[in-house]
């Protein structure tokens, strides 16, 4: 069973410049979260989509976004990058309902804003 | 506010002996408990999930879960150099599906 794939793993941006991550989440989950974390910090929950919708929403600013496909897969979008948005990028998926929500982790996106 | 404690360490214990891992959180219709163990510059991973009260053992891991007073711990018996990291609680409300996560504790075992 395949795991959950982030892309790309690695990314260099520009201030100003925009950036789109993606997450294919584990085949049959439908429940796609994302997360921002910093050095020596704790998981800061961006956003959550479950079938195409956003259901949960992080303390973010808008420049932060995101979107769900019909398969499940997840897009995070960063417009006008700033120099803070340095962090890796983690996107987690589940199954998004009853008791066990068990989520799985990516490997991440390491996103470095010069 | 949900929220879910830790304590941050850094916990340092010796190899071989028992670790003990700590979390409170504060939604007592919480239903679900995930701990999860992250090495540095490295992904989460799920290591142990509980949903009822009492102990729940998986090879050298045990959690323990006690609703009444809103805990759940991780010991982590015979540890060895590789247990080595951030342990993260983690709590889902039931409320929305949203995990609500504690900020980890580093675990050092000592050789």
């Known amino acids: 069973k395949a795991g959950v794939t982030q892309t790309p793993r690695y990314l260099i941006k520009t201030r100003g410049q925009q950036v789109t991550l993606s997450c294919s989440p584990i085949?049959?989950?439908?429940?796609v979260s994302w997360y921002q974390q910093t050095p020596g910090q704790g998981l800061q929950f961006l956003f959550e989509y479950f079938s195409e919708t956003q259901r949960n929403k992080g303390n973010f600013p808008g420049r932060f976004s995101g979107r769900q496909f019909s398969n499940s897969r997840s897009e995070m979008n960063v417009s006008t990058l700033e120099l803070g948005d340095s962090a890796l990028y983690l996107c987690a998926s589940s199954l998004g309902e009853g008791l066990n929500t068990e989520a799985f982790f990516g490997q991440g996106t390491r996103l470095t804003v010069v | 506010q949900k929220e879910v404690e830790q304590n941050s360490g850094p916990l340092s214990v010796p190899e071989g002996a028992i670790a003990s891992l700590n979390c409170t959180y504060s939604d007592r219709v919480s239903q679900s408990f995930f701990w999860y163990r992250q090495y540095s510059g490295k992904s989460p991973e799920l290591i142990m999930s509980i949903y009822s009260n009492g102990d729940k053992e998986d090879g050298r891991f045990t959690a323990q879960l006690n609703k009444a007073s809103q805990y759940v711990s991780l010991l982590i018996r015979d540890s060895q150099p590789s247990d080595s990291a951030t342990y993260l609680c983690a709590v889902n409300p039931w409320s929305n599906y949203q995990l609500i996560w504690g900020a980890g504790t580093k675990l050092i075992i000592k050789p």
């Open positions: 085949s049959g989950h439908r429940s």
